[in-house]
């Protein structure tokens, strides 16, 4: 019995794990942030961008986590709604769509840049915009309070949810961060005129990101004001 009780909780924790994985790694889709992170490290050596991937990795594994765990609790105690997050988030993937879209490399210079400052800049870029809203935009934010609004009735539920966010939430993380320490030998392979194709098109798609995100928050709005 013992035994059977075990596998039953192994069971509860794999399919929750699937579950939060299966939401978010598609809207997340580390693969189409590449040319962006590629773009806002230029110039970067590969030391730089490794760490830098660690450390985007890390703050997702915090903001994706910390959504689930507590996202739900902190929307009440602003009384905000999901709806009001998708429209506020929505707008700065816009933005940055936008901004990316009309990304102009700078000219061309001889000069090795430093690697200090090199470095310092990228630092700068970790969290913000690189984390947010690149890799985890308002969308994937939106997805992660919804999944882990599903409260349970037991102590033994609440701590196989609370074990299969923190390891989704690595899963996630643990795939950015792979797709990021290799994204040198991704730009390699595509060539200047490949990245700067495949940047367009990423920005082009975070931008239509946005506006969905955008259009999402402001039907569930409208139809609160329908109802009220």
Known sequence: ?????????ALQ??????LIVGALLPVVNPPGDVPIFLTMTKGCDEATRR???RRIAIYSFA????SMLFGSFVLRMFDLSVSALQVAGGAVVCALGWNMLNYEAPAANTAQPDAHDAEQAADAKAFYPL???VS??????????????NHSQTLKSDLIQFAAALIGSAVVATSLLLV???????????GN???EVMLRLSALLVLSIGVQIVWNGMKSLLGELRVA
């Open 1 to 9: 019995m013992f035994e059977s009780l075990i596998t039953s909780d």
């Open 13 to 18: 924790l794999i399919h929750a794990v699937l």
């Open 51 to 53: 760490d830098l991937a």
């Open 63 to 66: 903001l994706l986590a910390g």
């Open 131 to 133: 984390t947010l809203p």
């Open 136 to 149: 985890i935009d308002a969308g994937v934010i939106a997805v992660a309070i919804t999944v882990g609004a």
């Open 180 to 190: 990021y320490r290799y994204a040198g030998r991704v730009s390699g392979w595509l």
């Open 193 to 195: 005129m490949g990245m």
